[in-house]
């Protein structure tokens, strides 16, 4: 586990588990960068949905942030970073990316690489009563999820289940409540979550599932709690 950016020197982090797989910190951005293209899905303002990518931005919006047309700005900002368009999701969030967290974990039948950034100033329990709003706003808990493997687009949906599930796990270990009802928050009311699949032929087998039971679902939930749990408490450590 490691938070790469925390000592402000440091811009890049190569992973160690996913050859060319490469972690960057550019301007009000982190840019994460596969070697190949990836099937992605997920939650992403830019390039959500069911596509193919090669780069995940997360994007530092301060809370005062005009979010009438998210989806414009983060496609001017990436052809002002000189990204392709077609194959770059961007995501949104007011966290600062200097307290990105990273975790990574491989076995013999898949790696895993998660990159999150968090914050709970607007933590909420999915299933309760609360204020609900229309529009858009920047994600809080935002979670880029990378794995080396072969899945089925079925078990695509399922890693990103496990990693919601991680995700609610450590903000109840961390005692996260809802501000407005105090109970024990799932989520924040504006997460988001990009999950980028090699799809390898060098991979020895396809996975069908990703849930607790297997060993990459097993692997994602680490990663993802880790990351979420590790990003909180730098977070509220620098704030104290």
């Not at 586990?1 to 890049?12: A, K």
């Not at 933590?123 to 706003?137: D, K, M, Q």
């Not at 270990?173 to 024990?184: I, K, M, P, S, T």
């Amino acid at each position: 586990m490691t938070t790469p950016f925390l000592d402000g020197e440091r811009t890049e982090y190569a992973s160690e588990v996913w050859p060319g797989l490469v972690l960057k910190q550019g301007e009000r951005h982190l840019l994460l960068q596969s070697p190949s293209m990836l099937e992605a899905m997920g939650s992403a303002v830019h390039g959500g949905g069911v596509t193919r990518l090669r780069r995940m931005t997360n994007i530092y919006v301060d809370r005062f942030y005009d979010c009438s047309d998210p989806v414009r700005d983060v496609i001017e900002w990436l052809r002002e970073w000189r990204y392709p368009i077609d194959t770059t999701a961007g995501l949104l969030t007011a966290v600062q990316l200097r307290n990105a967290s990273v975790m990574e974990e491989k076995n013999d039948e898949a790696a895993v690489f998660c990159c999150v950034t968090s914050g709970t100033s607007n933590a909420a329990r999915a299933g309760s009563e609360r204020t609900t709003f229309p529009a858009y706003s920047p994600g809080t808990v935002n979670i880029m999820l990378l794995i080396d493997a072969k899945l089925t687009q079925a078990a695509m949906v399922n890693a990103v289940m496990t990693a919601v599930e991680a995700k609610a796990a450590a903000l109840a270990d961390l005692n996260v409540r809802d501000a407005e009802n105090g109970q024990v928050a799932t989520g924040t009311t504006s997460d988001a979550i990009i999950l980028g699949v090699s799809q390898s032929a060098a991979c020895p087998v396809e996975h069908q599932y990703a849930g607790t039971a297997t060993h990459l679902g097993a692997m994602i939930g680490r990663t993802v709690y880790g990351a979420v749990k590790e990003g909180l408490i730098t977070a509220w450590a620098e704030q104290s």
